[in-house]
């Protein structure tokens, strides 16, 4: 049998603190929450496809198995190796972090912000429904790979450590962390870097069709990164995080009085949505669900908590409805509000 010996030679490895900044949702198939490898692996290899967005699917999924192997015609080997190692404490359920209620018109009364943000993982009074790693907690994190691919590990350890997140319901600000470079032979690429090379005009980005994310967003030349404010605490920021999302998703795209029968605008946010189901997208409830291109991040910059709405956009992977105007169009509407109410960061 032969052996694939650049898994051994001619390889770097980067060495990295992870700190946890909100609740983090990552565990096994039990729920409970542990340190496991995978997720990070996964995030590694989800940020690296931003790196080959050029590339034609088909080419970006052969190079990727290359890397990070897989399973098509034969099983390869990963050349990429991920390794978690440290202690955290976790929370358990019924336990509340209490980050504030707000009333939403469209339920009729007040809602747990934790829930709004974090349903499933959260009940919808706002306690806890899965164990979680505790914010403040760190481990550590170690990457290796072979040295001709350094350019592209790092840029997509940097994109992660940038816009990324960790765990379940991690685009609503759960899982959010801080990335820290630990050994000296190793630096992250500045966002400005990344943005040079590997944005993209939103425009041309719905242009180009491809459902799935490929390219950073750049529209009137500045990213789709937009600081929704600073608190104290993480608490702090997932507030203003959770208040700033229900108004966007209230006040720029609201659904009819009756319940809708089709595709709405709101469900380019994400789906499924409550008590307002697609039947056309339930049919293939295997594929039924669609993450929200929109995603809610927080970072910590000396003792204050920023959170941030960044959207990485692509068509969605759904049928649309044309009468509710093209996909760009709608998000066009929502940079607007975004624009008029926060400040993008760059």
């Known amino acids: 049998m032969p052996i694939n010996i650049a898994r051994f030679i001619d390889r770097e490895t980067a060495e990295f603190t992870v700190e946890v900044l909100t609740p983090m949702f990552l565990g096994g198939a039990n729920g409970d929450a542990e340190l496991r490898a995978a997720p990070l692996k996964n995030a590694v290899r989800y940020w690296w496809r931003i790196t080959q967005g050029e590339l034609s699917h088909e080419k970006m999924l052969e190079k990727e198995q290359k890397l990070f192997g897989g399973v098509t015609d034969k099983a390869t080997r990963s050349l990429v190796d991920v390794v978690?190692?440290?202690?955290?404490?976790?929370?358990?359920?019924?336990?509340?972090?209490?980050?504030?209620?707000?009333?939403?018109?469209?339920?009729?009364?007040?809602?747990?912000?934790?829930?709004?943000?974090?349903?499933?993982?959260?009940?919808?009074?706002?306690?806890?429904?899965?164990?979680?790693?505790?914010?403040?907690?760190?481990?550590?994190?170690?990457?290796?790979?072979?040295?001709?691919?350094?350019?592209?590990?790092?840029?997509?350890?940097?994109?992660?450590?940038?816009?990324?997140?960790?765990?379940?319901?991690?685009?609503?600000?759960?899982?959010?962390?801080?990335?820290?470079?630990?050994?000296?032979?190793?630096?992250l690429s500045p966002r400005k870097k990344l943005l040079e090379k590997y944005g993209e005009e939103v425009s041309k980005i719905f242009k180009v069709g491809k459902k799935y994310p490929f390219k950073l967003g750049i529209s009137n030349e500045q990213p789709l990164l937009w600081e929704i404010g600073m608190g104290n605490t993480w608490e702090d920021a997932m507030r203003l995080a959770g208040e700033s999302y229900m108004d966007l998703r209230q006040q720029v795209l609201p659904f009819?009085?009756?319940?809708?029968?089709?595709?709405?605008?709101?469900?380019?946010?994400?789906?499924?949505?409550?008590?307002?189901?697609?039947?056309?997208?339930?049919?293939?409830?295997?594929?039924?669900?669609?993450?929200?291109?929109?995603?809610?991040?927080?970072r910590k910059t000396g003792n204050n908590y920023n959170a941030y709405f960044?959207?990485?956009?692509?068509?969605?992977?759904?049928?649309?409805?044309?009468?509710?105007?093209?996909?760009?169009?709608?998000?066009?509407?929502?940079?607007?509000?975004?624009?008029?109410?926060?400040?993008?960061?760059?």
């Not at 709004?116 to 550590?140: Q, V």
């Not at 319940?259 to 946010?269: A, S, Y």
């Not at 692509?314 to 607007?336: A, C």
């Open 256 to 298: 009819p009085q009756a319940p809708p029968n089709g595709v709405q605008r709101r469900h380019i946010l994400g789906y499924p949505v409550t008590k307002h189901k697609v039947k056309t997208w339930e049919e293939n409830r295997k594929n039924g669900r669609m993450p929200s291109q929109l995603r809610i991040i927080i």
């Open 310 to 346: 960044f959207h990485l956009p692509h068509k969605i992977p759904k049928p649309w409805d044309s009468s509710l105007g093209s996909e760009l169009s709608v998000w066009q509407k929502i940079h607007n509000y975004l624009d008029e109410n926060f400040e993008r960061t760059t």
């Open 84 to 187: 978690v190692t440290g202690s955290v404490r976790t929370g358990n359920v019924e336990e509340e972090d209490f980050i504030g209620k707000k009333f939403n018109p469209e339920a009729g009364h007040s809602v747990s912000l934790a829930s709004y943000l974090g349903m499933g993982p959260i009940h919808f009074k706002g306690k806890y429904m899965k164990k979680r790693i505790l914010p403040a907690e760190t481990f550590s994190l170690t990457v290796s790979y072979p040295k001709e691919n350094k350019e592209n590990i790092i840029d997509a350890l940097s994109l992660f450590a940038e816009f990324g997140s960790l765990g379940a319901r991690s685009r609503n600000g759960w899982g959010s962390f801080n990335l820290l470079v630990m050994n000296d032979s190793i630096s």
